[in-house]
């Protein structure tokens, strides 16, 4: 069963700090990755895509991807209040428009 | 320009019973995909259609199946529910160009 795995939280953060929020995967196959955030009872809306080795960064976010480590993760960094959901990471052997596979989430607390 | 619309949003029926949730994908998508999220998980995959064929489909039993129209938009039925059907439900649409929009679901619930 291929999976991606994340730790369910919940990480609790001052505001003001870097986030940090981990994800591994084990499907070799894997090309893209997403997160996701998804607030209580909501839809879950896209932060960022990688797909190469390497830092991408977005605003205050920044995704890491190390493919012979199988690990993602995303950096948030001035952490506010309004970051406060679950973070989901999801892998893709068929780039943008193949079947997703989620990681159970990480749910995010920044305290005032 | 609007984004994937899902109806209805919430819903509620007894075991045994069948439903039908609706999809329609953003302007401009040509895949549709739907997701069962149950409390406290991530979204599970359930099918993805595209040119009106199931494309691609996840772990789930035949009492779980769909269809896409001509214009794109889709449905998913689910007969002979069980309390475990009792879920958000999501549809993600998305094209070879750009990745998943997700709608905002539909919670069912199964009493």
């Known amino acids: 069963q291929k999976e991606v795995e994340q730790n369910s939280g919940p990480l609790s953060v001052p505001e003001g700090a870097i986030a940090s929020l981990n994800c591994t995967y084990s499907?070799?196959?894997?090309?893209?990755f997403f997160w996701y955030r998804q607030y209580s009872g909501k839809s879950p809306e896209l932060i960022m895509s990688i797909y190469s080795n390497g830092d991408k960064e977005d605003g205050r976010f920044t995704a890491q991807l190390n493919k012979a480590s199988q690990y993602v993760s995303l950096l948030i960094r001035d952490s506010q209040p309004s970051d406060s959901a679950t973070y989901l990471c999801?892998?893709?052997?068929?780039?943008?428009?193949?079947?997703?596979?989620f990681g159970q989430g990480t749910t995010l607390q920044v305290k005032p | 320009d609007a984004g994937v619309t899902q109806s209805p949003t919430h819903l509620i029926k007894t075991r045994g019973q069948q439903v039908t949730l609706r999809c329609s994908p953003k302007?401009?998508?040509?895949?549709v995909s739907w997701y069962q999220q149950a409390l406290g998980q991530g979204p599970q995959f359930i099918f993805q259609?595209?040119?009106?064929?199931?494309?691609q489909r996840g772990n789930f039993p035949d009492r779980f199946s769909g269809h896409q129209f001509p214009n794109y938009s889709s449905e998913l039925n689910v007969n002979a529910l069980l309390l475990g059907d009792s879920a958000l439900y999501l549809c993600a649409s998305s094209t070879f160009a750009y990745g998943y929009t997700f709608g905002s679901g539909t919670r069912l619930t199964v009493v």
């Open positions: 259609y595209y040119e009106e064929e199931e494309r």
């Open positions: 999801a892998s893709s052997t068929q780039g943008n428009t193949g079947k997703l596979i």
């Open positions: 302007s401009g998508h040509d895949t």
């Open positions: 499907d070799r196959g894997s090309q893209s």
